[in-house]
């Protein structure tokens, strides 16, 4: 009777540890360029970006946006651009949210592979106009964005 009660425990601790494997860590990076115009004074951003998402089944999510957004009038006159990160990180296990946004203003334009305004045709009825880049692009973009964010004057 004891053998059986310990090989009916083991065959438990046997299927409870093999059901226990670690969450399948996702990472994925996105890069991106747009146009977006405003409807209210019809000026409108030039936009690189860049996301970072890491996910571990469903209780982990923290996701990094980086973005760098020129600035230009209804004209094309440019104006300033702003350099941004964003960071939100979601732990349901521990029950812990944080958000964190920094930004800063530089006075030349930094964004790549996207023409100016008057360049561009179909925009779409969100007025936002997204363009396709060649993965050669995408890593400059993502080295340039990760850049301009990393000299962040503290």
Not at 7 to 26: H, K, M, P, R
Not at 46 to 53: D, L, P, Q, W
Not at 62 to 79: A, L, M, P, T
Request: net charge negative.
């Amino acid at each position: 009777m004891k053998k059986r009660i310990l090989f009916a425990l083991l065959a438990l601790l046997t299927i409870s540890i093999l059901g226990c494997s670690e969450d399948e860590i996702v990472e994925e990076l996105e890069v991106g360029a747009h146009i977006i115009f405003h409807h209210s004074d019809e000026s409108y951003e030039k936009v690189n970006t860049a996301r970072y998402s890491k996910e571990q089944g469903r209780d982990y999510k923290k996701v990094r946006f980086q973005h760098v957004r020129d600035k230009y009038d209804s004209e094309g006159n440019y104006i300033h651009t702003k350099i941004v990160e964003e960071f939100y990180e979601n732990d349901l296990v521990f029950r812990t949210i944080e958000e964190e946004r920094i930004s800063y203003t530089v006075w030349e334009p930094q964004t790549l592979f996207i023409p100016n305004a008057e360049d561009v045709t179909e925009i779409g009825t969100d007025r936002l106009k997204y363009f396709e880049l060649t993965e050669e692009e995408k890593n400059k973009v993502q080295e340039r964005v990760q850049k301009l964010v990393d000299d962040y004057p503290y």
